[in-house]
């Protein structure tokens, strides 16, 4: 390499070789300047990017416990529903239950009216 160098001295005017030498500097110094820049648009999008994760992951908690506030209360309605239904049965268990004590009274009742028209005939037929 150091032969390459002492062959430009040798072929180049020490006045070109300044000028090259400060093009090459001005060069790797906009290289640098470019990849600085780089890495700082790279820092940004890493920060903006972990900030949209953040924001995800907390979105996705979110959801998460809506999805199992909302199973709750299907289970909850589902048990109020069972209850209600339970309440109903029974409901109409004692309903019927009272439909046909009612039946039988006024069986009863008929057959005393029966009976009591019958001997009110039987008295004013004699």
């Known amino acids: 390499m150091h032969v390459f160098y002492s062959a430009i001295y040798f072929f180049v005017s020490p006045k070109v070789l300044t000028v090259l030498f400060k093009l090459i500097f001005q060069i790797k110094e906009a290289a640098d300047d470019d990849v600085k820049i780089l890495k700082a648009e790279n820092e940004i999008t890493i920060r903006d990017l972990n900030m949209q994760l953040e924001i995800a ?25 069972k209850i209600g239904d339970k309440k109903g049965q029974a409901l109409i268990k004692d309903l019927k ?18 009976e009591h028209f019958t001997d009110i005939s039987a008295m004013s037929g004699t």
């Open 57 to 81: 992951n907390a979105q996705k908690t979110e959801f998460e416990e809506m999805v199992e506030q909302l199973k709750q209360e299907i289970k909850d309605q589902q048990e109020e529903r």
């Open 97 to 114: 239950k009272q439909l046909n004590l009612e039946k039988q009274r006024n069986e009863k009742l008929s057959e005393k009216i029966k």
